[in-house]
């Protein structure tokens, strides 16, 4: 209870108890989002990659690379098949597609 001289030490130290409850609770969850929204952003880039690709063959080019917020996608072409390669989190990945 509040009285003249503030609020008592059972009551500060249970009300900072409950704040570090709450705000340990929200750690992983805003982690999970932020890791699911990078990789949603990276499935974005690949398309974008895949589009400007599939315009550059149309040119006769049939290999190519951009870099996107730090992350470089490869993409070349094998007849049908478009492959690109990009880097996330120091492990590379491949997708290809047939078209």
Not at 48 to 65: D, P, V
Not at 69 to 88: A, G
Request: aromatic fraction near 12%; hydrophobic fraction near 40%.
């Amino acid at each position: 209870m509040r009285n003249e001289k503030g609020f008592s030490f059972a009551e500060a130290m249970l009300t900072l108890t409950v704040t570090m409850v709450i705000f340990g609770s929200l750690l992983p969850i805003s982690y999970r989002m932020l890791a699911k929204l990078h990789d949603q952003k990276i499935d974005v880039h690949l398309a974008y990659t895949s589009n400007q690709a599939a315009i550059k063959r149309g040119h006769g080019i049939l290999t190519g690379n951009r870099v996107i917020d730090k992350v470089n996608y490869s993409w070349t072409w094998e007849e049908r098949l478009l492959c690109i390669d990009y880097t996330k989190t120091e492990i590379t990945y491949q997708s290809c597609e047939n078209y």
